[in-house]
């Protein structure tokens, strides 16, 4: 079969014929893979940029973590049924698991990072892993699950948006769906801001986010402390940096971008202003529920953010499209 591999510490992907996954283990299923996402994780790790350094000792593996499809074979529980796949596999055996069940494993790996994902037309993964989706669900939209929980946590650490001011600094998937769950959350007023994100910022608009702003295009600039809220999601330190002049006394600066190198902050001001920095990364598993329920409410208005289908034979294109930012979410169909 077909697969989009990492397959040494290097810049590249090789697309190439790999043999088809079995089952290794009774708490493992077979999916059938209808729907797989191109992430930024996998822009980070196709062109080696730093922090991915641990996968060497996994190559050659599959990349893949934002995919959903249908059980061939497993657990009977599992059989036949349409799933979303978390990505994060838990040891269930170190202190944080036995402390604090899944959401504290110190020891967990990653489906399309250190073990084969979903850029496949067949991925084996625990059946843990699996969860379900509603029939009326299709596969693009149920893909599109992992992402969206990132968002949903985004939102969710920062408290609370609710009647506040919100700024989301970087418009790719990430961004656009921290606006659409800080929008269910309550905000009061959402500005959504990029660099050279024509395609991106049109996006929103389509999205029903009127208040976008591009620091390239003459757009009127930003508002210094006029923000109770910012999200940052652009992943460039030096935006993390400048949000902070954004930031209302005692706003909240959520961090769910990730950085190559370390960003510095005004601490002096950041104390006297009594303001937050906060990280958010991997969402809890009763998140993913919460984030298929709201997929489910409004599926049309999700599915905006897929901007490209394309077979998986085309998958280095795809990665091209995001890399030049042309492209929203661009869905692989195995």
Known sequence: MLAIRKVAPEPGLVCHDVEAPGIDRNDEVL??????????????????????????SAMPVTLGHEFAGTVERGSPEWLRRRVVVRPSVTCGRCE????CGEDGCTARTGIGIRRDGGFARLASVPARNCVAVPEGLDA???????????????????GTV?????????????????????????????????RDDAARLACARALGFADTRDALAGDEP??????DVIFEATGVPEVASTAQ??????????????????????LTAMVRLEQSVVGSYRAPVARW??????????????????????P?????EGFALMRSRTAIKVMLQP
């Open 31 to 56: 999916i059938r893979v209808e729907a797989a996402g191109i992430c930024g994780t996998d822009l980070h790790i196709a062109d080696w940029t730093a922090g991915y350094e641990a996968m060497a």
């Open 96 to 99: 944080g698991c036995r402390q």
């Open 140 to 158: 693009e939209l149920a893909a599109l699950t992992e992402p969206m929980t990132v968002a949903a946590q985004a939102v969710a650490r920062a």
């Open 162 to 194: 609710e009647g506040k001011r919100v700024l989301v600094l970087g418009p790719g998937p990430i961004g656009l769906g921290v606006a659409l769950f800080a929008e269910r959350g309550g905000a009061a007023a959402l500005t959504i801001a990029g």
């Open 222 to 227: 930003l508002a210094p402390a006029g923000f």
């Open 245 to 266: 002049r954004l930031l209302a006394s005692g706003g909240t600066l959520v961090i769910c971008g990730i950085h190559a190198k370390p960003a510095s902050f005004d």
């Open 289 to 310: 529920s919460e984030v298929v329920a709201a997929i489910t409410d409004e599926p049309e208005r999700f599915r905006k953010l897929i901007s490209h289908r394309l």
């Open 312 to 316: 998986l034979s085309k998958a280095l």
